[in-house]
């Protein structure tokens, strides 16, 4: 069930109700008329982008608002695969740092109940990068460029191959299986739990709610 609410600060946003509780979205992906460019500046993934209604980032400055005080927050995660199958992950510690601290991330605590493999553990601690804000661990290249231009806490390494992470949430929206590698497109590494596949996504939400 989807909910449109407005914050104290004014911010519209939307809620997704699972299970008789009322998350707040900050990334909605999926197949639509004309697809949201994730392809974005600092300043963009700063202070948000897209429609509430349809693909958007909620906002770096937003995230860091509703997590980074003294309240907890948990993160849901729902993927789906081109082949229609969705999955979803929990994580039971999800901040975001002020932007004085590069929006730097905390993820921690992944569910074992999760169907979705834990695919952000890699990018626990990490600096958000975009095209033009480049804080990934890679002096010669930006990560964000490599992966096809979303904004994201990427960070360099080997991960079954040279790559910024295990996931691309932000990534252009591929719904074909042919002609794109994987890592450059929205995706997900371990989709399957313990399975070290990039898989495309065809949708994939990301939302918190306070412990
Ligand atoms: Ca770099």
């Not at 639509?32 to 906002?59: A, V």
């Not at 932000?170 to 997900?188: A, F, I, R």
Request: aromatic share 14%; proline share 4%.
């Amino acid at each position: 069930m989807k909910v449109f609410v407005s914050s104290p600060a004014g911010v519209r946003v939307y809620c997704e109700v699972h299970e008789g509780q009322s998350w707040t979205v900050f990334l909605a992906r999926h197949h639509q008329s004309t697809q949201e460019n994730f392809t974005r500046s600092w300043q963009d993934y700063k202070k948000g982008f897209g429609d509430p209604e349809g693909e958007h980032w909620l906002g770096n400055e937003n995230l860091h608002t509703l997590t980074g005080g003294e309240t907890r927050y948990r993160l849901r995660v729902e993927a789906t695969n081109l082949q229609g199958e969705q999955r979803y992950g929990e994580w039971r510690v999800f901040r975001v740092a002020p932007e004085d601290n590069r929006y730097r991330l905390t993820v921690e605590q992944y569910s074992s109940s999760s169907t979705l493999g834990d695919g952000l553990n890699y990018h626990n601690g990490q600096s958000f990068t975009t095209v033009d804000r480049d804080h990934d661990t890679n002096p010669s290249i930006n990560c964000a460029v490599h992966h096809g231009g979303g904004g994201w806490w990427w960070r360099w390494g080997w991960r079954w191959g040279w790559v910024c992470g295990d996931v691309n949430p932000t990534g252009p929206l591929h719904l074909s299986d042919l002609h794109q590698d994987p890592w450059e497109v929205m995706s997900w590494v371990s989709f399957t739990p313990g399975d070290g596949r990039w898989v495309k996504l065809s949708s994939l939400t990301m939302m918190v709610i306070k412990s």
